[in-house]
């Protein structure tokens, strides 16, 4: 079945995401690796839940360099996930559930192993040879001294040529491209032939990193180093080509744009824009590196600052989680499930699309990893050696390394008292290490407790898809000089929702402006029940988050 493509374009405007990392959602043949069957046999469960659709992280043939964001070819599945056979079905199911599908696209760079690398690697005279980025060996040289995002030089010799090329992750990750025409010509053929197997959209990887400035260009060595990268004079002309690509084949699009800053996001998304939404990158800020804890003000505060941008025009990807940060529960909430519940709140009454990232509805906290082999992430594992090597102990380098590791994020999800399997003893056999508060902390258990965080997160889900406002209104804050609670309101006159989140972990009391009290509310839902009537002075309890109705 096809979802009609055409008669509901913006669908994804009052859509509620859901993102599946395939590895460790859930695994159907006992081998210890999620997989594509695996996927489809939870559609009912997400059905339950509430999701429109789901995002998967790369599914592609790769040699998992950096798990499957190196793609060695771009129209293919990985064996460990099943077939295309496997992947048709799911979209097809998927779509009889009435549950689309979006995937990634990583098109900043491709594998090593793609056959474009493989050729261009051999003579600079090779076909390929300019699909990628090369310069000059001169005197045994890197190019210039630029330092990329896995803190390594952008830089990698290759002996066949004489030349070195550019790479913006790992060695194994070299960067396409992009002003060769060629290259464009096969991502567009690339995006149409995914479009033929019916995906509904894209979320589009790295995407403000497919220009790259001159490489003479002074690279700053403050917090501002990888601004070089990203957003840079002449990417419009590489985006337009895409966005034409993208809407005639009508496509979703959302753009993962780290270094993209809440003043330019209209460039990017909007009436005048590229993209359909915007992944920002500037929420989560360390506040501590162990234990692991960001800073909640400034959360508050830098959304509520892209909420007051894209207001009125373009949309914003909402998310709290995803497979590159820690849990949320533990960075903001020190794994308290009230705190889950606070940002659940949050998450689901801001404007965009909010996009859950698995096992976030469960409320799945950081791993404590106690040996370094559970270590699975190479830049991870790279910290802790350098931790070592500059004389800290084994315990206080792997605590250190994996307090904010992306591994975090990628134990497997937590169905039952074992994990992703379904008896004791697959699940000492997967991909990597189950986080062993699964006994207690899984979705059995959450489903049959009416107070769980996925039974609030369900409500809240059902409460939302029901609520025009709160999926289209418009976004107006108010400042009540607290740096842990936001108040704002969702409107589309004369309707008003008012939403107090409240991240601090301690009881407070605050006072309501007269503005609001003006209003007439009447309580919705709370994460501490019973919902608190409004009043100029309240007495809040820890974490807790309210939203009340006009
Ligand atoms: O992450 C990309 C990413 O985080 C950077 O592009 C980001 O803009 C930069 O670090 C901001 O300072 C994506 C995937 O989410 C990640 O899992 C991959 O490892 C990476 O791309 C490479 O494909
Ligand atoms: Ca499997």
Known sequence: MVLAKDTDQLWWRSAIGYQIYPRSFQDSNHDGIGDLKGITSRFPYLKWLGVDFIWLNPIYTSPNIDNGYDIADFQNVASEYGTLDDLKTLINSAHQQNIRVIMDLVVNHTSNQHFWFQEAQTSRDNPYHDFYIWQPNHNDQAPNNWTNFTGDSVWTYNQATDEWYFHL????????????????????????????????????DALSHLKKMPFDTLQSTDDYQFEIFANNPGIEVFLSLLHQTFQSLHLMTIGEAGGVHADTAKFWTGSQGFIDMIFELEHQVRQTQVPPRANRNHLLTRL???ENTLNTDGWLGLYLENHDQPRSI????????LAAKSLATLLLSLRGTPFIYQGEELGMTNMLFTTPDQIDDPPTYHDYQRFLAAGISTDVALKQA??????????????????????????????????????????QKNRQDPKSVLNYYHKLIHLRRKDEVLKSGRFQSYDIGHPDILIFTRYLLPDKRLILINLASTPQSISIPHSILSENWHTIISTIEPTPEISPTMQLQPFQSIIWYN
């Not at 074992?418 to 697959?426: K, Q, R, T, V, Y």
């Open 169 to 204: 992750f790992a060695p194994e990750q070299p960067d396409l491209n992009w002003e060769n025409q060629s290259v464009q010509t096969e991502i567009i053929k690339i995006i149409t032939w995914w479009s033929e197997q019916n995906i509904d959209g894209f979320r589009l």
């Open 402 to 443: 994996t307090s904010w590791s992306r591994d975090n994020a990628r134990t497997p999800m937590q169905w039952t008292n074992f994990g992703f399997s379904d008896n004791e003893l697959n699940s000492k056999n997967t991909w990597m290490v189950t986080n062993p508060n699964t006994t207690f902390l899984n979705y």
């Open 304 to 306: 509520t600052a892209w």
């Open 330 to 337: 533990t960075v903001y909430g020190n794994d308290n499930p």
